[in-house]
């Protein structure tokens, strides 16, 4: 058995099946097809995805047959061997979270039930510009709250945020260098 993290997208091709172990913990579980890629051999094939706890509830209300998603979690791949002694391989994935559509978090966890979600910084800061904001007044300005006007990158101050002085140095006399026989290690 070999285990991989992964990130597949594709389409449910199978009723959630939701149970619950000894513990009552609940366990939800779902084939999903995955498309081959590009190239004329890549065939499209089917990994039987499980989610846990918190993540198996979300998905057993919110998901069913023909929804396409996008799962990240730990890839296994299983061999057995049929009864007509050929050899197979079945695609597991250990669902961390998974995603509907153009990926708007459905619900994020993890077999301790955990989990966060954090969605992936731009690399540079990307100048806002609001649209023309609406005569009436909302809930938030209501409130007395501010209104984002947006957001840039900060200017980078011109002159040091502040000024050390610099460490004296002492002339060392010619009997203060250190040997071999100095150092204790």
């Not at 069913?64 to 296994?76: F, H, K, N, P, S």
């Not at 791949?77 to 979270?97: I, M, P, W």
């Not at 609406?134 to 947006?150: I, K, S, V």
């Not at 900060?154 to 502040?162: C, E, G, N, T, V």
Request: glycine share 10%; hydrophobic share 35%.
């Amino acid at each position: 058995m070999s285990m991989a993290r992964a990130t597949l997208s594709g389409t449910i091709v199978s009723d959630i099946e939701k149970r619950f172990t000894p513990n009552n913990t609940p366990v939800v579980n779902f084939t999903l097809l995955v498309g081959g890629g590009a190239g004329k051999n890549n065939q499209p094939f089917q990994v039987r995805i499980t989610c846990w706890r918190n993540l198996a509830e979300s998905v057993a209300s919110q998901l069913q047959q023909g929804i396409d998603v996008t799962v990240e979690g730990r890839l296994q791949v299983n061999q057995f061997e049929t009864q007509g002694g050929l050899t197979k391989r079945q695609f597991e994935l250990d669902a961390s979270s998974i995603f509907m559509g153009h990926l708007t978090p459905l619900a994020i966890g993890n077999q301790q039930g955990g989990g966060s979600f954090q969605p992936a910084a731009p690399q540079q800061p990307q100048a806002y510009t609001q649209p023309q904001q609406p005569q009436q007044q909302g809930y938030a300005q209501e409130q007395g709250y501010a209104q984002q006007q947006g957001y840039a990158q900060a200017p980078i101050p011109q002159q040091p945020m502040a000024s050390y002085a610099q460490p004296t140095q002492t002339p060392v006399a010619a009997g203060d260098f250190v040997t071999e026989d100095d150092i204790p290690f």
